[in-house]
Antibody
Framework: QLQLQESGPGLVKPSETLSLTCTVS??????????WGWIRQPPGKGLEWIGS???????YYNPSLKSRVTIPVDTSNNLISLRLTSVTAADTAVYYC????????????WGQGTLVTVSS | SYVLTQPPSVSVAPEQTAMITCGGD??????VHWYQQKPGQAPVLVVC???DRPSGIPARFSGSKSGNTATLTISRVDAGDEADYYC????????????FGGGTKLTVL
């Protein structure tokens, strides 16, 4: 059974870089056709897609975050990462790792999510 | 940019049918997917367009589209269906972007 596990610091200072890792188990991140991505949810609010990546390294990002986001892939360790620079309090959210069936499809499954708080 | 509009809340009595709408420009031309999120949990896919029913999801959950509205229908609602529900599409104008509706809180009376 495919599982996605997010990990990383729960507290980041304003203006610094948020870094998270999503480790994939029960399947290969290099499986053909699957994309992998990140979605976030501020406390008490809705869902926001951040970006997605194919194992080859092809990426696409939410235009509203594109200047600050990078999603690297590490096929050797079966994981993807998220880097979000120059964070502010507005970046405080639960961050979820997800799999996509293909480039423009549904998100399934989801990781359990990890809360990142931006505060000094 | 593409906007999806959902009602903030919907209430329904047990055993009745709940219908949660998702409005978007010409949404009938898009693939629309639906997620259920219970408090403190990650969202779960309950309906996907152009795909098999997600594993473990009962047939009581179904989706439809017409004109500018997509609808998630939950028949024979029970207390376990109480949750937030989100619709989702992909926008490609001008850039590819995943878009979610604002979410609907389903309350089982």
């Amino acid at each position: 059974q495919l599982q996605l596990q997010e990990s990383g610091p729960g507290l980041v200072k304003p203006s610094e870089t948020l870094s998270l890792t999503c480790t994939v188990s029960g399947g290969s991140i290099s499986s053909s056709s699957y994309y992998w991505g990140w979605i976030r949810q501020p406390p008490g609010k809705g869902l926001e897609w951040i970006g997605s990546i194919y194992y080859s390294g092809s990426t696409y990002y939410n235009p509203s975050l594109k200047s600050r986001v990078t999603i690297p892939v590490d096929t050797s360790n079966n994981l993807i990462s998220l880097r979000l620079t120059s964070v502010t309090a507005a970046d405080t959210a639960v961050y979820y790792c997800v799999r996509q069936e293909r480039v423009e499809t549904w998100f399934d499954p989801w990781g359990q999510g990890t809360l990142v708080t931006v505060s000094s | 940019s593409y906007v999806l509009t959902q009602p903030p809340s919907v209430s329904v009595a047990p055993e009745q049918t709940a219908m949660i709408t998702c409005g978007g420009d010409n949404i009938r031309r898009k693939s629309v997917h639906w997620y259920q999120q219970k408090p403190g949990q990650a969202p779960v896919l309950v309906v996907c367009d152009d795909c098999d029913r997600p594993s473990g999801i009962p047939a009581r959950f179904s989706g439809s589209k017409s004109g500018n509205t997509a609808t998630l229908t939950i028949s024979r609602v029970d207390a376990g269906d109480e949750a937030d529900y989100y619709c989702q599409v992909w926008d490609t104008n001008p850039d590819r972007r995943g878009v979610f509706g604002g979410g609907t809180k389903l309350t089982v009376l």
